[in-house]
């Protein structure tokens, strides 16, 4: 699987970003995927995560202002990002688990997308 994201950029506080993440493989559609970020001098944290079935997981802080959705015929997993803060800033990866569901623990071999800065300035 590779995936390849791309949408990041500067924004003001309170604005809005869509990220995208294109995934090859023709199974992209069973697969679970998710975004993860990674602020400067701190660990990568989870930000959505998305099932094949289409149910969602949020962190508590981008609940209610961010939503992750997919589009399996373009083998697309989306980030819209609303309402965005300073704290928001980093570098976005998109994610998929080496097991296809996030039901199972996370793996060296997961798949991880070039990042791409989200930058929000106050």
């Known amino acids: 699987v590779q995936l390849q994201a791309s949408g990041g950029g500067f924004v003001q506080t309170g604005g809005s970003l869509r990220l995208s993440c294109a995934a090859s493989g023709s199974i992209f559609r069973t697969k679970d995927m998710g975004w993860y970020r990674q602020a400067p001098g701190k660990e990568r944290e989870m930000v959505a995560t998305?099932?094949?079935?289409?149910?969602?997981n949020y962190a508590d802080s981008v609940k209610g202002r961010f939503t992750i959705s997919r589009d399996n015929p373009k083998n697309t997993v989306y980030l819209q990002m609303n309402s965005l803060k300073p704290e928001d800033t980093a570098v976005y990866y998109c994610?998929?688990?080496?097991?296809?569901?996030?039901?199972?623990?996370?793996?060296?071999?997961?798949?991880w997308g070039k990042g791409t800065q989200v930058t929000v300035s106050s």
């Open positions: 994610h998929a688990p080496y097991s296809g569901s996030y039901y199972y623990d996370p793996s060296v071999m997961d798949y």
């Open positions: 998305i099932t094949s079935g289409g149910s969602t």
